[in-house]
C-alpha cells in the first residue's frame, strides 16, 4: 500500500519462479529462495514435523518479500522476521553477490532486514525453524485497561504458550474497551500430527466481516462470534489423541499458522485499509483510548483491532520494536472515493502522532498519509538508513514509491 514496490516507468522483478526450499531437518534450518511463499515452506516443512518459527498471519506472500518488510505475527517470543533469519545472498546494484549475515557483511544484513527491497536483490535466505506442536485454544475476556498486566503475569515468562493475540471489541455495546486475548497453550498429544487441511470456513468468515461493514448489528455478530468462538472455528485435531481429553479444541502450530484469508477477496464496491501501530506495553490504555477518540471524531469505518506482542528488535537498521511493545493491526473499510479516501488520511495522520506521541512507532508498508516530520519522529534512523542505500546503490538502480518521497 505504501508503494515500496513500485515506481513510475520502473520495472518489478517477479521472483515467484524462484522458489526452492532445501531442508536440514536435523538443525531445523531451511534455505529457500526469496520467491518461495509461506505456504509453500508449510506445505514441506509440516510433513517433516517442522514449523515456521516468525510470520505474518498470511501465508500467500513471498519470503523475500516478508523479509524485506520484517514482518511478524501472532508468535509472541521470536518478534519479528528477523529474528529467525540466519544469513542471506543478496544481489547488488552492480551485479555482486554479498554474503550476509551478523559476522558477514553485517551492515548490509541489518540493512535488508526491513530494507523494503533498497538495498539490492534478496535471492535466498537461511531461515531457522522450529518444531511443529500442538495446541489447547483459551479465550479470556477483560478490560482492556487490565490487558498488559493479564499478559505480564500469564504469558510473557510462560514457555507453555506457544502463540498468543487479542482482540478488541468493535461492538457498539462494548466500542474498544472489551478485549478477548487467545492463548495457545502447548498439549500432552499422542501420535502423530495430522497434515495441514484447506480452511472449510471461508464463505461463513466472509459473510461475518461483509456484514459487520453495514452497520451496528453487523459489529455486534462479529464480536459475539469472536468471543464465543474465535480461532475455534478451525478444523480441530481429535480428543482421543489428547491425554488430557477435557480440551473442546487442539490445532498444531502449522494449522493455526496457515491461513491464506481467501474470505477477504470479495466484489463488493470497497477497499479495507490495513494499518499497525506499535506502542510500549505500559502505555496500552493510553493508546486504546486515543484511538477510540480519532476513530470517532473522524468518522472512519474501523472494522477489526488486533493486538500482537513484539519483542524489542536488536537486528534491523530500521527498528519498530526499539522496546517490548503491543503492535495493533487496524483494518479499515471506505468506500472508493476522494471523501473517503480523505478520511483515512486523516485518521492515518492522527493516530502516527497518538502513537509517537506515546514513544511508538508505526509500519512502514502502508500508506504514505505521513509527513516526513512524524516519518523522523518515528524513526530517527530513516536518514541514516538513506544515506546507507546511496552508499551501497550510488546510481540509483533501486528505487520505489516511498523511497522518492522521503529518501530523495
Given at each position: 500500500m505504501g508503494g515500496q514496490a513500485f515506481s513510475k516507468d520502473g520495472l518489478v522483478?517477479?521472483?515467484?519462479?524462484?522458489?526452492?526450499?532445501?531442508?536440514?531437518?536435523n538443525?531445523?534450518?531451511?534455505?529457500?529462495?526469496?520467491?518461495?511463499?509461506?505456504?509453500?515452506?508449510?506445505?514441506?516443512?509440516?510433513?517433516?514435523?517442522?514449523?515456521?518459527?516468525?510470520?505474518?498471519?498470511i501465508n500467500v506472500f513471498t519470503i523475500g518479500g516478508s523479509i524485506s518488510v520484517n514482518a511478524h505475527g501472532i508468535a509472541h517470543r521470536p518478534g519479528p522476521v528477523a529474528s529467525t533469519v540466519q544469513s542471506m545472498r543478496i544481489m547488488l546494484a552492480n551485479g555482486e553477490i554479498k554474503n550476509a549475515s551478523t559476522t558477514e557483511n553485517p551492515d548490509l544484513f541489518r540493512l535488508a532486514l526491513g530494507?523494503?527491497?533498497?538495498?539490492?536483490?534478496?535471492?535466498?535466505?537461511?531461515?531457522?525453524?522450529v518444531d511443529n506442536e500442538v495446541y489447547s485454544i483459551e479465550t479470556h475476556e477483560l478490560d482492556y485497561r487490565d490487558f498488559p498486566s493479564y499478559y505480564r503475569t500469564h504469558i510473557a515468562d510462560d514457555d507453555s504458550v506457544g502463540l498468543m493475540y487479542g482482540r478488541i471489541s468493535v461492538?457498539?455495546?462494548?466500542?474498544?474497551?472489551?478485549?478477548?486475548?487467545?492463548?495457545?497453550?502447548?498439549?500432552?498429544?499422542?501420535?502423530?500430527?495430522?497434515?495441514?487441511?484447506?480452511?472449510?470456513?471461508?464463505r461463513l468468515d466472509r459473510f461475518v466481516i461483509n456484514?459487520?461493514?453495514?452497520?451496528?448489528?453487523?459489529?455486534?455478530?462479529?464480536?459475539?462470534?469472536?468471543?464465543?468462538f474465535g480461532?475455534?472455528?478451525?478444523?480441530?485435531?481429535?480428543?482421543?489423541?489428547?491425554?488430557?481429553?477435557?480440551?473442546?479444541?487442539?490445532?498444531?502450530?502449522?494449522?493455526?499458522?496457515?491461513?491464506?484469508?481467501?474470505?477477504?477477496?470479495?466484489?463488493?464496491?470497497?477497499?479495507?485499509?490495513l494499518q499497525e501501530y506499535f506502542v510500549p506495553r505500559d502505555r496500552m490504555p493510553e493508546f486504546v483510548?486515543?484511538?477510540r477518540s480519532i476513530v470517532t471524531r473522524d468518522a472512519s469505518n474501523l472494522l477489526n483491532?488486533?493486538?500482537?506482542?513484539?519483542?524489542?528488535?536488536?537486528?534491523?537498521?530500521?527498528?519498530?520494536?526499539k522496546q517490548d511493545m503491543f503492535a495493533f493491526v487496524l483494518y479499515f473499510n471506505q468506500k472508493l472515493n476522494a471523501e473517503q479516501s480523505e478520511v483515512l488520511r486523516k485518521t492515518t495522520v492522527d493516530l502516527v502522532d497518538l502513537a509517537t506521541g506515546l514513544n511508538g512507532t508505526y509500519y512502514l508498508p502502508y500508506q504514505l498519509y505521513y509527513s516526513p516530520q512524524q516519518l523522523r519522529r518515528a524513526y530517527p534512523e530513516i536518514d541514516t538508513f538513506f544515506a546507507a542505500k546511496r552508499r551501497f546503490d550510488p546510481d540509483g538502480l533501486f528505487t520505489s514509491k516511498f523511497f522518492e518521497k522521503y529518501g530523495s
Amino acid at each position: 500500500m505504501g508503494g515500496q514496490a513500485f515506481s513510475k516507468d520502473g520495472l518489478v522483478l517477479d521472483m515467484r519462479d524462484f522458489n526452492a526450499i532445501t531442508l536440514d531437518r536435523n538443525r531445523k534450518l531451511m534455505c529457500v529462495q526469496a520467491g518461495a511463499t509461506w505456504a509453500q515452506v508449510q506445505q514441506l516443512i509440516d510433513s517433516e514435523g517442522l514449523s515456521v518459527q516468525a510470520m505474518q498471519s498470511i501465508n500467500v506472500f513471498t519470503i523475500g518479500g516478508s523479509i524485506s518488510v520484517n514482518a511478524h505475527g501472532i508468535a509472541h517470543r521470536p518478534g519479528p522476521v528477523a529474528s529467525t533469519v540466519q544469513s542471506m545472498r543478496i544481489m547488488l546494484a552492480n551485479g555482486e553477490i554479498k554474503n550476509a549475515s551478523t559476522t558477514e557483511n553485517p551492515d548490509l544484513f541489518r540493512l535488508a532486514l526491513g530494507g523494503y527491497g533498497l538495498f539490492g536483490v534478496i535471492l535466498d535466505a537461511d531461515i531457522q525453524l522450529v518444531d511443529n506442536e500442538v495446541y489447547s485454544i483459551e479465550t479470556h475476556e477483560l478490560d482492556y485497561r487490565d490487558f498488559p498486566s493479564y499478559y505480564r503475569t500469564h504469558i510473557a515468562d510462560d514457555d507453555s504458550v506457544g502463540l498468543m493475540y487479542g482482540r478488541i471489541s468493535v461492538s457498539p455495546t462494548s466500542y474498544l474497551r472489551e478485549t478477548a486475548i487467545h492463548i495457545y497453550r502447548k498439549a500432552d498429544f499422542s501420535g502423530p500430527i495430522p497434515p495441514l487441511q484447506p480452511s472449510t470456513h471461508d464463505r461463513l468468515d466472509r459473510f461475518v466481516i461483509n456484514f459487520s461493514k453495514t452497520g451496528r448489528l453487523g459489529r455486534w455478530l462479529r464480536w459475539a462470534l469472536e468471543k464465543d468462538f474465535g480461532p475455534k472455528l478451525h478444523t480441530c485435531l481429535s480428543r482421543n489423541q489428547a491425554t488430557v481429553q477435557k480440551e473442546a479444541c487442539l490445532v498444531s502450530r502449522n494449522e493455526e499458522m496457515s491461513d491464506s484469508m481467501a474470505y477477504l477477496r470479495n466484489r463488493l464496491n470497497d477497499t479495507d485499509i490495513l494499518q499497525e501501530y506499535f506502542v510500549p506495553r505500559d502505555r496500552m490504555p493510553e493508546f486504546v483510548d486515543g484511538l477510540r477518540s480519532i476513530v470517532t471524531r473522524d468518522a472512519s469505518n474501523l472494522l477489526n483491532v488486533t493486538i500482537r506482542s513484539v519483542q524489542k528488535d536488536t537486528r534491523t537498521a530500521l527498528p519498530y520494536a526499539k522496546q517490548d511493545m503491543f503492535a495493533f493491526v487496524l483494518y479499515f473499510n471506505q468506500k472508493l472515493n476522494a471523501e473517503q479516501s480523505e478520511v483515512l488520511r486523516k485518521t492515518t495522520v492522527d493516530l502516527v502522532d497518538l502513537a509517537t506521541g506515546l514513544n511508538g512507532t508505526y509500519y512502514l508498508p502502508y500508506q504514505l498519509y505521513y509527513s516526513p516530520q512524524q516519518l523522523r519522529r518515528a524513526y530517527p534512523e530513516i536518514d541514516t538508513f538513506f544515506a546507507a542505500k546511496r552508499r551501497f546503490d550510488p546510481d540509483g538502480l533501486f528505487t520505489s514509491k516511498f523511497f522518492e518521497k522521503y529518501g530523495s
